[in-house]
């Protein structure tokens, strides 16, 4: 059975009027992202943000399936959006097959150019420059494989890795999760606090761990034994350090620590590739050196993911 040239917005099958509601194909690509991702984020104003539509969009790609198919797909109330048992059969079926799409194109893309795989790598550093000889390394070893780069939130640290969307992670250490694989460290920097520029503490030479008792500190990443490497509950003494507002990546705490709302322990790297007129970073005397790692899904390591590793590990070993 023949079929209709597929473009990035519409499948059309031909010669099969099943697949034909009036004169309108049964399934455009974009509406059934727009179910797709509003069925994980259960929200329609996130799902709108997170595909760069408008709500209205969302809402009408919705209703349009729901009277195709005759039946409601989400539970709608002031407070909740739920799957249907109909909308949850739904997302089952589809999803595979859609992500099996998108997962063909990335195939042909990347044969079109001579590369054969593909690693997906995770950060939640922001200096991945510094991690240069590292990717070069590794491509001119590896010529055939495509290294992508993804950012990862705090927030989040470990989803993006266990929902399979990477393939490895740039992390700060330690990570003790039973399902991760931690391999070499990769990078060691010092801790600084991130206050805004007015604030007492921006004139300092460096301050304690001890003066973070006299502020409200920053919270949001998760979970608390990794957090805490960065962001303790206690100042040395046993005091006890109050958190104040949750954030999930930097963008997020700019504005409070321009405000002088909360500080923030940060890695020293926020220095540089975040360096405003209203924020400071100031040393942190009595804090211990920060160590980046990468880290895998014990389940889901492969051979690429090895041989990342132990170019990471012999870089390490000869600087």
């Keep these: 059975m023949g079929t209709c040239p597929a473009t990035r917005s519409r499948l059309v099958t031909c010669h099969n009027p099943s697949l034909m ?26 799902t709108a943000e997170r595909l760069h539509v408008t709500q209205a969009r969302v809402s009408q790609a919705i209703k349009k399936q729901e009277r195709r198919i ?35 194109m990335d195939r042909a893309r990347l044969a079109a150019r001579g590369k054969t795989g593909v690693l997906r790598i995770g950060s ?22 495509e ?35 931690v391999g070499p460290v990769i990078y060691t920097e010092s801790i600084v606090l991130a206050v805004g520029a007015t604030h007492p503490l921006a004139s300092r030479d460096s301050v304690s761990y001890e003066d973070l008792a006299d502020e409200t500190v920053m919270g949001g990443a998760r979970p608390d034994y990794w957090r805490e490497v960065l962001v303790p ?34 890695h020293a790297q926020a220095a540089r590739y975040y360096a405003r007129p209203d924020i400071a970073y100031v040393p942190i005397r ?14 889901t390591e492969t051979e690429l993911i090895r041989s990342f590793a132990d170019t990471a590990h012999h870089l390490n070993s000869v600087e």
Excluded: K
Aim: hydrophobic content about 40%; proline content about 8%.
């Design 70 to 104: 005759g039946a409601a797909l989400f539970e709608r109330n002031n407070r909740n959006v739920t799957l249907t048992p109909i909308g949850q059969q739904l997302f089952d079926d589809i999803e595979p097959m859609y992500r099996g799409l998108h997962e063909g």
């Design 124 to 145: 939640i550093a922001v200096n991945l420059h510094d991690f240069r000889p590292l990717f070069d390394t590794f491509a001119h070893d590896h010529p055939t494989c």
């Design 233 to 266: 509950l206690r100042t040395p003494s046993g005091r006890l350090i109050r958190i104040g507002p949750s954030v999930s990546n930097f963008q997020e705490m700019i504005p409070i620590l321009a405000t002088g709302e909360a500080v923030s322990p940060v």
């Design 21 to 46: 509601h009036g004169s309108d194909p049964v399934v455009e690509l974009r509406d059934i992202e727009i179910f797709l991702v509003l069925a994980e984020e259960l929200h329609f104003t996130r």
């Design 147 to 181: 290294v992508q780069l993804r950012h990862v939130d705090f927030g989040d640290p470990f989803g993006q890795l266990r929902a399979g969307e990477i393939d490895m992670q740039i992390v700060w250490l330690p990570v003790r999760e039973p399902d991760l694989t």
């Design 286 to 299: 009595d804090a211990p050196p920060a160590q980046w790692g990468l880290i895998w899904r014990t389940g």
